[in-house]
């Protein structure tokens, strides 16, 4: 019987094999990997949850972790034992508080704790009346009277009051005064407004006016500032601002201008003008003075000349905050148009101790340009 395959040659198996290869190369790429199939479930669990839940749950632990140990560091009991302590780290303790006090965002209970404001002025207090006269021991309680003002609560403010009239330490009873300010402009800044007003505030800071000590009075002069422009404030502090414009401290009197012309009072365009004074300048930058022997010439003559810049700001803002007051007459600007006129005239003299930063200059000409319209009754 004869076969049906064709006989095959080496010529025909040589076709047959080329016939092949050629079919081969015809095959398209997609047809040699395996098939395409959509991800499983349990595929995309494994690639993304998974790691998701072992990032959330670190996340977790972590904010757990951190907020155990914030607790920790604004427990008020913890605080004070660590400032009472009979060591250096007393001063770290300090140092932390005043640093977690400026930082109301990371540490928001601490600023309005009523229980840690309390204990800190119950150990003010103490401090006072022991009134010790060491270096650290002053520190300390300079940090402390500081630290009261920070708060957003008034718990210290009889502690303060008490530390500013009674303690033996110049430094620490003007702290104290200062603290009352920050503490005032605080309390203030609440929304809504819970502005300190009160008897003993009142007769503490008049009192204070009149203390022997200049440094004492200067401060005490822009504590009442603060404290006078709240709604309730005693009519008797702005009499007293009214006072201290004549005090001879110069920096005295210079807080009482800027304090009148934040309250718009007919006494403030003189007392402001006095503030563009070379010569006035001159006796205000004399209390500065180099503290330590490290204090180069160089640096202490950049200190008084920065001092200078920000009083010279500060008139300029006191005499724009004047013009925007239009119950204050045309007359009483004239003594401010003198003193601008006056002080861009010395210009050339007040670059001698120190550079004039040109945008003063600049706001200086602008506001003279309005004082002395406005002077003009224009």
């Known amino acids: 019987m004869s076969s049906s395959i064709p ?9 047959a094999d080329a016939d092949n290869r050629y079919a081969r190369a015809r095959t398209s790429s997609d047809e040699l990997l395996p098939p395409v199939e959509p991800p499983s479930a349990g595929f995309i669990i494994q690639l993304f949850v998974i790691p998701a839940v072992i990032v959330a749950a670190v996340v977790a632990v972590w904010f757990v972790i951190e907020s155990l140990a914030r607790r920790g560091e604004q427990d008020p009991a913890q605080i004070v034992k660590a400032l009472r302590s009979n060591n250096q780290a007393r001063f770290q303790q300090a140092k932390e508080l005043a640093d977690m006090l400026r930082l109301p965002q990371r540490y928001p209970e601490l600023k309005v704790s009523h229980d840690l404001s309390h204990q800190i002025a119950a150990y003010v207090d103490e401090m006072v009346e022991a009134g010790r006269p060491e270096d650290a021991e002053v520190t300390m309680r300079i940090f402390l009277v500081t630290a009261l003002g920070e708060f957003q609560v008034d718990d210290g403010l009889p502690a303060l009051l008490n530390a500013a009239q009674n303690d033996p330490e110049r430094d620490v009873r003007r702290r104290a005064v200062n603290a009352i300010a920050v503490l005032a402009g605080a309390m203030a800044s609440l929304k809504p407004p819970e502005p300190l007003a009160s008897e003993e505030l009142t007769d503490a800071l008049l009192k204070l006016a009149d203390d022997q000590d200049e440094l004492v009075r200067s401060e005490t002069t822009f504590a009442i500032g603060v404290v006078a422009g709240g709604p309730d404030a005693d009519p008797r502090l702005a009499e007293k601002l009214a006072e201290l414009a004549d005090d001879p401290y110069t920096d005295a009197r210079f807080n009482a201008a ?3 012309a934040r309250l718009g009072n007919p006494a403030a365009p003189a007392a402001v003008a006095e503030m563009f004074d070379v010569e006035s300048l001159a006796s205000s930058l004399t209390g500065e003075k180099a503290l330590t022997p490290e204090v180069t010439a160089k640096s202490l003559a950049a200190q008084k000349a920065f001092k200078r810049n920000m009083i010279l700001s500060s008139a300029l803002k006191s005499t724009n905050l004047l013009l925007a007051s239009p119950a204050l007459p045309a007359e009483s600007f004239v003594p401010l148009e003198s003193a601008l006129e006056g002080f861009l005239g ?11 930063p040109d945008e003063l200059v600049d706001e200086a000409e602008r506001t003279h340009t309005r004082v002395k319209a406005r002077a003009a009754g224009k």
């Open 346 to 356: 010395s210009l050339e003299e007040l670059q001698k101790t120190g550079p004039v």
């Open 258 to 260: 800027a304090a009148l």
């Open 7 to 15: 006989p095959q040659n080496e010529f025909s198996q040589g076709v």
